[in-house]
């Protein structure tokens, strides 16, 4: 995903000499997933991609999990953490499982540095904050509400315009992706998935820097962190094409799906990965049946936990929640909206609400510092105004 692409020069036959001004070859990468089946770019280098001058072992890179205790629903208030260093340094993980670590970052910083993680596709949602993606693929530009997706082993970093931005990301070790639903057998979006082509932003501008000296890349494998020192520029791609390189979506370019009576969490899907989905809520038009009710029902996610960042506007489910507040509904447990909520949308025409959520077919571990950021007293938010549900 999400579509065939090529910037800069390249060859008319992909394996063929293709030659620098001075006579000399360019050094062809293939980069593809999957051992070559599955989606794959070809670039050319100005340098031999392997050179390295230093190697050094920067530490674990795994986030360590607390007990979860007794299954409860859980919140976390994610308003007031630091601010400082790069998005990378910046990062941290509050929740994970084998399929997916969930973290936040506030950055003040660039990154001084390029970074490839090699085990996991990354999505960046970009709260806050604008600034430039830039990669061997081209540079990307960001703002608020975008989804960066950037596939394993991309070299890139982040440059902030702003000293006050804002992450919630997504680490996979599975491709992520549109929902298979809503694209055709060559995987063309459908008419009626929630986004299309156009709406996707890709690399338009090459960096091309065949320029030597000692230039950082940290590496992310086999959960640790590593140093290469390089003996030149990461960016020395003079062409590539191919499926694969890191594009935007905008949560703000979502179009919602809505209807008569209350529509279930799978019309607000953008994205899914192995194991778990994505899903954009966005503002919207509520139910129009005339005896419909706009807040969800209580609903048993069997076995699914949920994970909810809430961005902007006002969540009508949710008592207690905050702007920058992150929820998580473990599996084994129903829940919904708490007393008063339903009889307090009735009648509501339209939503604000922003918000990001992933749901995870395992369990979601929670990382020490979620256990700091809690807000200890979410289970009992649903004990107000009696057993009945009753308005307070
Ligand atoms: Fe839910």
Redesign the pocket.
Known sequence: MPFYHKLGQIPHKRHTQFRKPDGNLYREEVMGLEGFSGIQSILYHHFLPARVLKVEDLGPAAPQYADFGPIRHRAFATGDIPQGGDPLSARRALMGNKDVILSVSRPTQSMEYYYRNAQAYEVWFVHEGTGVLRSQFGSLGFRPGDYIVIPFGTTWKMELDTADARFFTIESPTEIHPPKRYLNNVGQLLEHAPFCERDIRIPETLEFHPETGEFETRIKVRDRLTRHVLDHHPLDVVGWDGYLYPWIFSIHDFEPITGRLHMP?PIHQTFEGWNFVVCSFVPRLFDYHPEGIPA?YS?S?VNSD?M?YYCDGNFM?RKGIDKYDITL?PYGLP??PQPGATEGSIGKTATEELAV?VDTFYPLHITNYALELEKTNYQNSWLSGGPEGNPA
Do not use: L
């Open positions: 969490p969800p609903h996610n949920e909810i489910s509904h829940h919904g959520m």
